[in-house]
């Protein structure tokens, strides 16, 4: 077991500031404060948490850059060779601060996460056990 997540510190932390205001910890709090320290013992650490974050970033890139290439293409296929501009380029094919990068990552973050929940609810299906399913959900692309 590595360093807590910030999952597990932050109920921790819900539970501690409830106690220092004299607040009793509510049924709920003591329920996923449970389920947190079972996670946590099933190995969702912060390296585990770090690790989900890799597929996020691949997909995140990999939006931006097929929409560079094909922005790019399009700009040399529309301007001949002796009109080529740098500047001109990157405003053709810049992937940030763009309506259109920003529907496409909307689409691909959404499917990215309807396969992930997908593959969660299909593996813990025989357990009947929701800590099954968190374990198997990326939080970090929900």
């Not at 013992?41 to 097929?66: A, H, M």
């Not at 560079?68 to 405003?91: A, G, M, P, V």
Request: proline share 3%.
């Amino acid at each position: 077991m590595g360093i807590p997540s910030s999952l597990l510190t932050w109920t921790n932390e819900i539970i501690a500031i409830k106690r220092k205001l004299r607040i009793n910890a509510a049924e709920f709090d003591q329920a996923i404060n449970e389920v947190t320290l079972h996670i946590y013992r099933k190995g969702f650490d912060v390296r585990f948490q770090t690790s989900q974050t890799i597929p996020v970033v691949i997909n995140e890139l990999l939006t931006r850059l097929f929409y560079s290439i094909r922005r790019t293409i399009k700009y040399f296929q529309l301007n001949d060779s002796s009109q080529w501009n740098f500047n001109e380029l990157w405003e053709a094919c810049n992937p940030y601060s763009n309506a259109s990068v920003g529907r496409m990552l909307t689409v691909s973050h959404a499917t990215f996460e309807l396969i992930d929940i997908s593959d969660a609810i299909i593996r813990s299906y025989g357990t009947n056990n929701p800590i099954e399913f968190i374990v198997r959900l990326n939080l970090i692309g929900v």
